[in-house]
DNA sequence: CTTACATATGAATATGTGTTCATATTTGAA
DNA sequence: TTCAAATATGAACACATATTCATATGTAAG
């Protein structure tokens, strides 16, 4: 832990980037939320849901897994704050929360096709 | 795997869905890019490396991890071309590869603190 | 050539996580 | 009320992965 480059050249600089980090909480607070767009199941869903609202069942016939899977997914979607549900009845509808989850989604796009 | 809501409204919708889905092998890369973005140490070095570019034991200094530690999460960023490298003598020095990095990076930190 | 420094790497460990399976819950219909 | 459909949930399992530790590699200096 925090060993020290000796080449004194670099001790300045890496203290004036060590001064201007962002707090720890701020950096982790931003993977958590990349490591949920970091699942190819859960990335399927926001494509999905990107075209239109859907509802479980419909989501796990599109995406080609259980009903148990995607349902545990949504959940973990719904608590980050990447989707919304509304319930009409028996059906629960999920969709998009904000434009954020577009946004992003979009660049990631992006970056890989630029491969 | 593939079950169908039965309510014969949603499956259409459902089928029309599926039609437009990106290939599972695209939505895979782009779930992948995003997991290199969601571990905190890969966090702290991409946006130490935002900040200027630096060596292996100035970045394990800046972020407080070991030098081995780093050279670990180094290896995974650079196979994913998310940084480059230089050597200078005994010094490997990373920056980062491109642009989408950083917005990348801009966009989750706005999704985080809009929460 | 020997030493010291910077980095890279392999194995082992511990921890986290996604799926499955079984089952509970909720709601509408018969 | 009884049944079936849609969803949610908990436990168990399998798998991935981040860190640590020891050590190897490469490079400059003495």
Known sequence: MTEECLCGLHN???KKV???MLD???L???AEVFKIFGDSTRMKIIYALKLSELCVL???Y???STQSAISHQLR???QASLVKSRKDGKVVFYSLKDEHVIKLFEIGREHVEEL
């Open 12 to 14: 300045k600089l890496a």
């Open 76 to 78: 973990i979607l719904k």
């Open 58 to 60: 419909d989501l796990a």
């Open 62 to 64: 599109i995406t080609g």
């Open 24 to 26: 720890d909480d701020i």
């Open 18 to 20: 060590k001064a201007k």
């Open 28 to 30: 982790f607070d931003i």
